[in-house]
């Protein structure tokens, strides 16, 4: 489960990385959702890895979306 975690975290990195692009950062409602499920997977291994890159994602995704105006 955790690799599987780990997986979807880098997955869901590697969009939000092109999201901090500009005129790109649509991208990062994509990525939210791929990083949540990341995210409950990731609680459901023993290992802690899959859920803090998840969770790392997750933010950085979240904080883009607010700097660019994306989540009021």
């Known amino acids: 489960m955790n690799l599987i975690s780990v997986l979807i975290g880098l997955a869901a990195l590697l969009g939000a990385l092109v999201g901090f692009l500009p005129l790109l950062g649509w991208l990062n409602w994509l990525v939210i959702p791929v990083a949540l499920v990341g995210l409950v997977i990731g609680m459901l ?25 994306g989540v009021v």
């Not at 291994?45 to 105006?69: D, K, P, Q, T, Y």
């Open 45 to 69: 291994a023993r290992e802690r890895a899959g859920r803090n890159v998840n969770a790392v994602v997750l933010a950085f995704a979240v904080v883009r979306l607010a700097l660019g105006g």
